[in-house]
């Protein structure tokens, strides 16, 4: 299995040989060498392919299965969960994301809706009294599995937006193609425990981790034209960022 998936161990590096086959497993699954599902051999059949301690092997293993990329099973053993998708943490939109990375997202549109705001959409798009919004849900899937259960409000005076769209295009778009030059976005990332009605939208159990993403987006103009709550399988889904020092 070890050669198989072309893990090697370099005692020179600097890097701990646990999280070398951290890496080494990471990019086998990220590569699709190793597919969900997959089962990988004992810990000491491969702590002893690569000539490692089974602390050491433990010590990687437990990492991947935290990390939600790896399963331990009673009676099955040790499996791949999935290949996470990782997004950038930038003004994108998922299904954009997806589509640029070589994914064919789906989307089921659960709820659609041209309804008069209430009075936190209101503030959120900076709208009078009055005035109208699309509100709907969609849960967006990559290869048939559901990955986020996406709920938006969307100021209806930028363009036309229907049911029909939204199962097959992205909102950024639509939102694009109907004039709108996306400049900023305020964005609140965090967690929370999948509730009765997300679990099974999503395929999990009632308290499994969920991602949430909370984001209004601005537009050159300076309007707020959209703002929406996300949430992601905790098991499938992660946001990138790159930090600097000042």
Do not use: C
């Not at 996406?150 to 036309?160: A, K, L, Q, S």
């Not at 939208?201 to 949430?212: D, H, I, K, Q, R």
């Amino acid at each position: 299995m070890a050669n198989q998936l072309h893990l090697s161990i370099d005692r020179s590096s600097p890097v701990p040989l646990y999280h070398q086959v951290v890496q080494g497993i990471e990019a086998a699954i990220h590569s699709g060498l190793l597919e969900p599902g997959s089962r990988l051999e004992n810990e000491i059949d491969l702590a002893a392919q690569l000539n490692l301690s089974r602390p050491t092997m433990r010590k990687a293993m437990d990492e991947l299965v935290r990390s939600g990329l790896l399963v331990r099973k009673r009676g099955v053993g040790t499996q791949v969960v999935s290949s996470q998708v990782r997004r950038p943490l930038e003004l994108s939109s998922l299904y954009d994301d997806l589509t640029n990375n070589g994914s064919k997202p789906t989307t089921d549109v659960l709820t659609f809706a041209h309804i008069e705001a209430d009075d936190a959409t209101r503030q959120a798009l900076h709208l009078p009294a009055g005035a109208k919004v699309y509100h709907f849900t969609r849960l967006r899937k990559v290869g048939g599995k559901p990955l986020a259960l996406m709920e938006n409000w969307v100021r209806d005076d930028i363009t036309h937006i229907d049911e029909e769209m939204l199962g097959t295009q992205g909102l950024y778009g639509i939102l694009r193609s109907g004039g709108v030059n996306f400049r900023l976005a305020t964005q609140r990332i965090g967690a929370m425990v999948a509730n009765e009605y997300q679990a099974p939208l999503l395929e999990t159990e009632p308290g499994s981790a969920l991602v949430t993403m909370d984001r209004t987006a601005v537009d050159d103009t300076g309007r707020n034209v959209e703002t929406g709550h996300h949430v992601y399988r905790g098991d499938s889904y992660s946001f990138e960022m790159t930090l600097v020092q000042r």
